[in-house]
């Protein structure tokens, strides 16, 4: 149980979305506004100023942006937790949110009780994750687990992404076709597929080919 409300600034370069964020806040007895900021550079002054306990930060931003915002802020004020809220939830900003240590990623349309109790939870030392981010994020870890194809299968499955068919393939890599047919056989178990093209397909998703 905390004895003081979490100190929050609200680091956001729309003018309209920190007042919304704002009055989400105001009225609530453990949780105070006590900055906002229009940019990362700005959120590292005001952050000097009212060391806050949660910073909820945006990631596009003029001047310094959120990621780099947030390397800073990590290194200025260790003891801040910062919840990234965006309406960004590609895999590219959510990789380099989370690998900057950040307490949670958490989109626009999160509403107003859950913001609350994430502010709460990533002041007590948890993490939070919109339900989008969380389902990203366990896509890509069971793509990691699955087996990845050799690479002499891998090398089949390209020129079968080129249109080849068996025969083309034995000749170009100069196997037989039954090998190039066990070769496949492997690479559908693998990828779980069980179609030529749904391999191809299977394996770009996975930056394979």
Same mark, same amino acid.
């Given at each position: 149980?905390?004895?003081?409300?979490?100190?929050?600034?609200?680091?956001?370069?729309?003018?309209?979305?920190?007042?919304?964020?704002?009055?989400?806040?105001?009225?609530?007895?453990?949780?105070?506004?006590?900055?906002?900021?229009?940019?990362?550079?700005?959120?590292?002054?005001?952050?000097?100023?009212?060391?806050?306990?949660?910073?909820?930060?945006?990631?596009?931003? =003029?001047?310094?942006?959120?990621?780099?915002?947030? &390397? !800073?802020? @990590? *290194?200025?004020? #260790?003891?801040?937790?910062?919840?990234? +809220?965006?309406?960004?939830?590609?895999?590219?900003?959510?990789?380099?949110?989370?690998?900057?240590?950040?307490?949670?990623?958490?989109?626009?349309?999160?509403?107003?009780?859950?913001?609350?109790?994430?502010?709460?939870?990533?002041?007590?030392?948890?993490?939070?994750?919109? =339900?989008?981010?969380?389902?990203?994020?366990?896509? &890509? !870890?069971? @793509? *990691?687990?699955? #087996?990845?194809?050799?690479?002499?299968? +891998?090398?089949?499955?390209?020129?079968?992404?080129?249109?080849?068919?068996?025969?083309?393939?034995?000749?170009?890599?100069?196997?037989?076709?039954?090998?190039?047919?066990?070769?496949?056989?492997?690479?559908?178990?693998?990828?779980?597929?069980?179609?030529?093209?749904?391999?191809?397909?299977?394996?770009?998703?996975?930056?394979?080919?």
């Amino acid at each position: 149980m905390r004895e003081h409300p979490v100190r929050l600034m609200i680091v956001d370069d729309h003018p309209v979305v920190r007042d919304g964020l704002r009055g989400m806040f105001t009225g609530l007895a453990d949780i105070v506004v006590v900055a906002e900021a229009a940019d990362g550079r700005e959120a590292l002054v005001r952050a000097r100023s009212c060391e806050p306990d949660v910073v909820l930060m945006d990631l596009r931003m =003029p001047v310094l942006d959120g990621v780099a915002a947030i &390397r !800073l802020l @990590r *290194q200025t004020h #260790p003891a801040a937790r910062v919840i990234v +809220l965006t309406t960004y939830d590609t895999d590219g900003d959510v990789s380099r949110a989370l690998a900057e240590g950040v307490a949670g990623y958490l989109l626009k349309d999160t509403p107003r009780e859950e913001l609350h109790r994430a502010v709460r939870t990533a002041a007590n030392g948890g993490q939070v994750l919109s =339900p989008t981010v969380a389902t990203q994020l366990m896509t &890509r !870890l069971s @793509r *990691q687990e699955q #087996p990845t194809p050799s690479p002499r299968e +891998l090398e089949v499955l390209r020129l079968v992404a080129k249109g080849a068919a068996n025969k083309e393939v034995a000749r170009a890599l100069l196997i037989s076709e039954t090998t190039v047919k066990t070769h496949l056989k492997h690479v559908y178990a693998k990828l779980g597929v069980d179609t030529r093209a749904a391999a191809v397909v299977a394996a770009m998703e996975r930056g394979l080919l």
